[in-house]
């Protein structure tokens, strides 16, 4: 088997999601976690409501940890052939300290830099997201391109695209859209317009984080939802764009065969991205891990 | 079609495309309360559901299901007998 390990955004966070980890020695983790950032961290993945995980900083950061949470235990199996790594918006983030570009306490400080400067630039311009489903990507980037204030957002999978924009933008876009041929157009509870111009006053928050820590080579290739490139050099350069570009991930899943990539696996909670993959590349292998009985029986 | 034979296909699609096991898409259940199932997931999988049986579904009639059995009356009423 040669592995893609693939690490979600925000919007897989739901109640109690860190609990199946709370006996696990890699909870140390978490507990590392609010040591380093005066926040309870545990209290977040345990006992947070829906309400409290749909905020854009602790739904990011309680995406982050369960995901290295997920990824620790896979790390403790006899060792696997792992080709590439890529992460869905903030999941690139998680990507790169599995990639082992980033320390873990280095991703950590990033995330939540980034999780409160796209929260001011949301309360600077308030925005708000939507799944568009049942149209290609040039219709929808046409009717964007016709409109003031929407843009497409995430390339998720063929014929689902995310636009995102201002409340006004994206209502004008979702009747467009609707009149176009989209089958659905879905409102995502999200706080913001993010991958969009909109997020511009982000940048300079995310920048003075993205000075203060370190790069090293990359352990394991990863691959960039950015621009599908390989993360070379320009780490911090890539990650600033990230917050006004959009997330071509279905660019990103259809470039996993040419990298050898046979299974990919999904870590974290939720399984969208999972869900994602098997519509782009029907005959893939797909996996997702969300508990440590999972990871058990992924290393068989 | 028979009620049996579109319970059939809504628990395949639903095995397939949720992560859910067959033994617990049972009628008296919800997908989003009992199942955990998010809203997109959801969205895609009607979409599946509507191309297997030829059947459009709008949102103003999925928003009203509770559950797993209303949504398979609310099929077996649009498929053609």
């Known amino acids: 088997m040669s592995l893609a390990l693939v690490f979600p955004g925000q919007g897989s966070q739901r109640p109690g999601l860190g609990a199946p980890w709370r006996a696990d020695p890699g909870w140390s983790l978490v507990e590392r976690a609010s040591d380093l950032l005066h926040r309870d961290?545990?209290?977040l993945l345990l006992d947070a409501d829906a309400e409290q995980l749909r905020s854009t900083s602790p739904a990011q950061l309680s995406t982050f940890l369960t995901s290295l949470l997920v990824w620790q235990a896979f790390m403790v199996l006899p060792s696997q052939e792992v080709a590439v790594l890529a992460g869905h918006s903030l999941g690139e983030l998680t990507a790169l300290v599995a990639g082992g570009i980033l320390s873990c306490d280095d991703g950590l400080a990033l995330v939540s830099a980034r999780g409160d400067a796209m929260q001011t630039a949301a309360e600077l311009a308030p925005g708000a997201m939507a799944?568009?489903?049942?149209?290609?990507?040039?219709?929808?980037?046409?009717?964007?391109?016709?409109?003031?204030?929407?843009?497409p957002a995430s390339y998720n999978a063929p014929a689902h695209?995310?636009?995102?924009?201002?409340?006004?933008?994206l209502a004008a876009a979702g009747s467009a859209l609707r009149a176009a041929g989209a089958r659905r157009v879905l409102s995502l509870p999200v706080g913001g317009a993010f991958h969009t111009p909109l997020m511009a006053p982000a940048r300079d928050g995310?920048?003075?984080a993205l000075r203060e820590v370190s790069y090293a080579p990359p352990a394991v290739p990863v691959l960039s939802g950015v621009d599908v490139r390989l993360h070379a050099a320009d780490v911090p350069g890539v990650l600033s764009r990230q917050l006004t570009?959009?997330?071509?991930?279905?660019?990103?899943?259809?470039?996993?065969p040419a990298y050898g990539v046979d299974t990919v696996v999904e870590f974290?909670?939720?399984?969208?991205?999972?869900?994602l993959v098997r519509r782009t590349l029907p005959n893939m292998r797909v996996v997702s891990l969300a508990t440590p009985q999972d990871v058990a029986r992924f290393g068989g | 079609m028979e009620r049996s034979e579109v319970l059939q296909v809504v628990r395949d699609k639903a095995v397939e495309m949720l992560e859910v096991d067959a033994e617990a898409v049972q009628e008296?259940?919800?997908?989003?309360?009992?199942?955990d199932?998010?809203?997109?997931?959801?969205?895609?999988?009607?979409?599946?559901?509507?191309?297997?049986?030829?059947?459009?579904?709008?949102?103003?009639?999925?928003?009203?299901?509770k559950t797993i059995g209303a949504f398979v009356d609310l099929i077996q009423t649009k498929v053609p007998t």
């Open chain 2, 28 to 35: 008296d259940k919800s997908f989003v309360d009992d199942l």
């Open chain 1, 206 to 208: 995310l920048e003075i």
């Open chain 2, 37 to 65: 199932v998010d809203s997109l997931s959801l969205v895609e999988y009607t979409m599946e559901l509507e191309d297997a049986f030829g059947i459009e579904l709008s949102e103003e009639e999925l928003a009203d299901l």
């Open chain 1, 245 to 256: 570009a959009p997330v071509r991930w279905r660019q990103v899943v259809e470039a996993l």
């Open chain 1, 131 to 151: 799944a568009v489903l049942g149209l290609d990507d040039d219709a929808v980037e046409r009717i964007c391109a016709g409109l003031e204030d929407a843009w």
């Open chain 1, 41 to 43: 961290f545990e209290q």
């Open chain 1, 161 to 169: 695209v995310v636009v995102s924009g201002t409340v006004a933008g």
């Open chain 1, 268 to 275: 974290g909670p939720g399984g969208v991205l999972a869900g």
